[in-house]
Structure formats: C-alpha cells, structure tokens
C-alpha cells in the first residue's frame, strides 16, 4: 500500500469512525432511556421487535446492498454499468420491501403466539410498514460505501439515527410507550430512505432494457450474500429468539442489555470493515496481491490493539457500568455481559475488521460456509444451555460461536487468500490482556478497584506501543494525526 492510498485509506476510515461515534452513543442513549422508561419486560418485548426486523431485512435485502458495494467499487470508472446495476438494485430492493412487509404483516398474530406474547401481534403489524423504506436505504448508502464517498456515508448514517431517536423518545415520552418506539422507528427510517433516494438519482438509468440481465447477475451474487447473511444474522438474533421461546419476555430485556453493551466493541471492527470490504474488491479486481495482505495485517492489529483495552475496561468495571447507566434492576445482565466481552474481543480483533475478505474477492460461499457454522454450533449450544443456564447459558453458548468461528476463519483465509495470521503477535497480546486481567483482580481484594483499572489500561498501552508496533506503523499513525492537523488548519483558515 502506497502512502498515499494508506493516508486516504486512514481517512476513510476515520470518517466511518465519526459515523460510528455518532451514531452508537445515540443509539445507546436511546437504550438507556428505553430501558429506564419502559421497565425490563417491555423492554424485552421491543427487543423481540427488533430482532424480528432484523431476520427479515436480511431476507428482503437478498444480498442485494453487500452486491452494490462490491460492484460500484469495480465498476466505479464505469458510469453506464454503475447506472445500470444502481437501477437495478433499487428497483429490487422496493419490490422485496413490499413482499417482507405483507409477510410480516400476515404472521404477526402467529408469531405473537408462539412466543406467548399477546402484545407483539399489533407491533409487529406497524412495524411492516417499514420494510420498503429500509430496503431503499440500504442499498444506497451501499453505493456511497462502495464508491469510499465516506463523507456523505456518514451524513447519512448520522441522519437516519438522530431522526430515530428524535421521533422514538418524543413518542415514548407523549405516552405511546411501546408502539410509540416502533412508530418513531418506522417514521425516522421513511424520511432518510427519502433523503438518501434523492442524493444518488443521478446515479439511475431511465432506459430498462437492461434490468434482466442486471438482476440476473445481482440475484445470482445476492444468493450466496443471502445464505452467508442468513447464517449471520440468525446467529446474532437466535440468542434473542430462543431466550423469548424458553424464558420470558424480561429475561430477554435483561439479556439485551448485555447485548447493547457489548456491541460498543462491534462499532470499530465494523467501521474499518465498511472501507476493508471495497477496498480489499479494488486490490483483487486489480490482482495488487501484495496491497492486499498489508491492508489485511494492518487492519486486524490496529483493531486489537483497540479492542482489548475497551473490553479491560467493561470487565474491570461491569456492574458499575449497568448501575449507573440502567438502574440497579439490570444486574442480573453482569455476568453475561463479561462473557460476551470474551468473545466480541477475540472474534472483532481476528476476523472483525476483514470479515467480508471471502465475497470481496469473488469467494461468497466461503462466507456462507462460516456463517453457517457459527449458527448452526450457537443455536445447538443455546438450545442445550438456556433451559438449564438461562441467559448465561444464552451468552456462554454466543461466546464459544464466536471463537469457533474465528478459528474457522483462520484456517479459510490462509488457504483462500495465502495470507498468514500473525499468531505470534496474538499470542503476546492475549498474555498481555490475561496478565492485566489478574493484576486487577488480585489488586481488588485491596480495595483499589477504581485506581487500578485506569492505570492497568494505560500500562497497556504503554506496553502495545513499545512492543507491538512497528516503527513503520508509528511512522503511518504520525503521518495520519499530521494529515488530519493539516486538514482542520486549512480549513480554519
């Protein structure tokens, strides 16, 4: 990688992050205010909301959205093919939007009664009506992520999750309690789909008499995207899914407020992802091999050396955080949050950042293949530990998923893209975490909890800084802060 596709690699990145530390603390404060408004068990039966929203926009997406990053980012050069699969993809996207919805819309009182909620029968029939809408919004944001527009990816981003949480909690607070939650969220999703239709228009081809082969060649690569996202997503929601069946609606609100607090760990992983995936599509269509394994290492240590400090952090410090942020009546979410920590940190450090790395260069099916595992292993563990463990069984069972799957994940990229993970590297760095980890604890019997995490943490750093990095990445990170200096002077003045 060049200088100067590293420094615009790194200001890509750094506009995902903005989007990211924009839209997560939103999101989170939403949670909190959520959580303290609406009490543990309707906080579950939102969740249960959410998690259906979430399966079925995987099944009305079809892949399409990951389809449009990967070929805006190929044909970027190429108006007219840009165009025509932008068209084509939006289109698609309208037309399964509207199908998810009826269904949705139709299965609502089933599915209340399968998980013995009465409630969720009339929120789900409100909630259909967003499906179109999400559909258009993703697939374009995807064309800006795809074309690396970062700037506007992040206005967008940003607009949709302040309009959310401008409509939920005023909603919520005027006494609407839960379907005022999921109307502020139909609402907000309506009017940026809106917003991000009108700013890729010119990006739409009024001549259809490509729209068969377009949509031929977007179903046939959205198939393998659908089986991989399928897996993904039902492993993300399955844990929510089988708590609501084997337990009750509050054990899941307790449960999702492990989830909520751990995901914070999902935002940088996911950031750089949004850049790695059409970047690591540029060096592949253009068989810049060399590019690509430099970009892969990179990406991968920068966000460990992120990731494990932040994950210290949370466990050092779990039933203070939940207290002050939720209320005392969240507790019980303590000991699943610490082990979900353990595998948000070991998957997001590995595979978090480079995830998409199979269907950027053309490999879906490994994708699907890793997916699937990780699903299949969670819900078979789920099934057995939940009943007997209840939500700490739930996170035991996610835990191992992920770190099942990251071993997986390491063995398909070293055959897949020849690119051997630096396991000597993550040897020293889990010591480093697990030594800090002890220090802590031991140094807690003493009472001196709240001036030892800090200090631990910044030991670490210390120590990551001296022995991890290499002079060249200390020589990027200087060049970067100096770009980024360079950049707000001159606009200063």
């Known amino acids: 990688m060049t200088t100067k596709q590293a420094r615009q690699f790194a200001i890509d990145v750094s506009w995902a992050f903005a989007s990211s530390f924009i839209t997560i603390p939103l999101s989170f404060i939403l949670r909190i205010f959520l959580a303290r408004w609406l009490g543990p068990s309707d906080l579950g039966l939102y969740q249960m909301v959410i998690t259906i929203y979430s399966i079925t926009m995987m099944a009305a997406a079809f892949g399409i959205p990951t389809a449009i990053i990967k070929f805006s980012a190929e044909y970027r050069d190429d108006r007219n093919q840009l165009n025509q699969f932008m068209t084509t993809g939006v289109l698609l996207s309208i037309l399964l939007g509207v199908v998810a919805g009826i269904v949705v819309y139709i299965l609502s009182s089933t599915l209340s009664t399968i998980f013995n909620m009465p409630e969720l029968s009339s929120l789900l029939k409100l909630l259909a009506l967003i499906f179109p809408f999400t559909c258009i919004f993703q697939t374009s944001i995807a064309l800006v992520n795809g074309l690396r527009w970062m700037r506007r990816y992040a206005f967008l981003i940003f607009l949709q999750s302040i309009t959310m949480i401008t409509f939920t909690t005023a909603f919520v607070a005027m006494g609407f309690a839960l379907k005022g939650a999921v109307s502020g969220l139909v609402i907000s999703m309506a009017f940026t789909s809106i917003v991000s239709l009108a700013a890729s228009l010119r990006f739409y081809h009024v001549d259809f008499t490509f729209l068969r082969e377009k949509a031929l060649i977007l179903l046939g690569y959205g198939r393998y995207l659908f089986g991989s996202d399928a897996m993904n997503i039902i492993a993300a929601n399955s844990d929510i899914l089988l708590i609501g069946f084997f337990l009750n609606r509050s054990a899941v609100g307790f449960y999702s407020i492990a989830i909520s607090i751990s995901m914070i760990l999902a935002f940088i992983p996911t950031a750089i992802q949004k850049i790695t995936y059409p970047a690591a599509s540029e060096f592949s269509g253009k068989d810049e091999v060399h590019q690509l394994t430099i970009m892969l290492d990179k990406s991968m240590k920068y966000t460990a050396l992120v990731l494990v400090p932040m994950g210290l952090f949370i466990v050092f410090y779990t039933e203070e955080i939940i207290g002050f942020l939720f209320g005392e009546s969240y507790l019980a979410s303590s000991l699943p949050l610490i082990i979900m920590i353990a595998g948000r940190v070991i998957r997001g450090s590995i595979s978090g950042s480079i995830g998409s790395i199979f269907t950027s260069i053309g490999r879906p099916e490994a994708s699907f293949f890793l997916d699937a595992f990780s699903a299949i292993s969670g819900i078979l563990l789920m099934v057995l530990l939940i009943p007997s463990l209840g939500i700490n069984g739930a996170?035991?069972?996610?835990?191992t998923a992920m770190i099942l799957g990251t071993v997986i994940f390491i063995v398909l990229i070293s055959h897949l893209v020849l690119f051997?993970?630096?396991?000597?590297?993550?040897?020293?760095?889990?010591?480093?975490?697990l030594l800090c980890t002890t220090i802590f604890f031991l140094?807690?019997?003493?009472?001196?909890?709240?001036?030892?995490?800090?200090?631990?943490?910044?030991?670490?750093?210390?120590?990551a800084w001296r022995y991890f990095l290499t002079r060249n990445d200390i020589i990027f990170f200087t060049s970067y802060l100096l770009t980024v200096k360079e950049r707000f002077t001159r606009k200063k003045t």
């Open 395 to 399: 996170a035991l069972s996610n835990m």
């Open 420 to 433: 051997r993970i630096d396991m000597k590297w993550y040897l020293g760095l889990s010591v480093l975490a």
């Open 443 to 463: 140094l807690n019997m003493l009472t001196l909890k709240y001036f030892t995490g800090p200090l631990i943490i910044c030991v670490f750093f210390l120590v």
